[in-house]
């Protein structure tokens, strides 16, 4: 199993509860498949029983079954790049632990890659999500594909697969924090799609609170585009040439017209409109900014405590 086929990449985080049944079916889904393939769990520094699990089932199949266990908790999307860093295979395929993408479905992907694309993208067919995510990804989704140039149908389904050429461009990647699906799209020359089945999360609860999912789509877009900046710097001229005009206007009337009170309130309401934009332009520099800081540290993206390989045990 030195180059495999097919690399399979899973990021696991407190999935204690679901990952015996993805063992059972993942296994056999790939056996399936006829192709020799390499299975690699990445522990994203689980608090329960996930990496005493991964561990008892790399002893029960070393022949295929890798496994990474990292130092700390570094996100869904630094786990996938360390198991990126670490596959060997032809094409690699990431999925979730939470069998909310079917490892039955892997064989579409891979049907897929034949007609010629280095990169396919799942797209979940009836999502088995609460109604709020399902909703406030298709706006994202819509919004994402205005301002950065990346087209994918459904940016949040971790079911896809990537040519090794694509992996290889990724792995040489620098970014800090990176949303994999979007940085793949751009490395690829000729990226597809297909649909998927999803199904509700086999056990244990999602990882992602409103908030991280609002930070990983601010990521998305400063990430990825910066035309959020490049609008704003636009308003602030818009907006600077109509005040300019209005301090115009208030001159000639105190001119003209003498001193008077009466549109104070209108005043205000224009000024707190042009603070608002303000502050959100601050807001939106300073995602910037801290994107900067991220990169200038030059931390590691992850740590890695050990890797269980046979071969590396050999
Ligand atoms: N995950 C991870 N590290 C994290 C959060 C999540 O490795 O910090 C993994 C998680 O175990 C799962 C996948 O990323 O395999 C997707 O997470 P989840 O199912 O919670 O996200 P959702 O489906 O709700 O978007
Ligand atoms: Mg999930």
Redesign the pocket.
Known sequence: MSHPQLSVV??????EQGLQVLFDRLYPALDALNTSYEIIF?N?GSRDRSAAMLREQFNIRPDVTRVILLAG?F??HM?ILSGFANCRGERIVTL???L?NPPEEIHKLLAKMDEGHDYVGGVRQQRQ?VSWRRHASWAMNRLRERITHVVMSDQ?C?LRAYSREIIHAINHSQEVNTFIPALAYTYARHPGEVGVAHEE?AAG????SLYQLIRLNFDLVTGFSLVPLQMFSLIGVGLSILSAFFVVYLAIRRIFIGPEVDGVFTLFGIMFFLMGVMLFGIGLLGEYVGRIYQQVRQRPRYLIQTILSKDEAA
Request: avoid cysteine.
């Open positions: 899973i990021p696991v985080y407190n999935e990445i994203d908790n996100g869904q786990a979730d632990a939470d909310q999500d949040g971790m999360r609860e999602s990882k992602y």
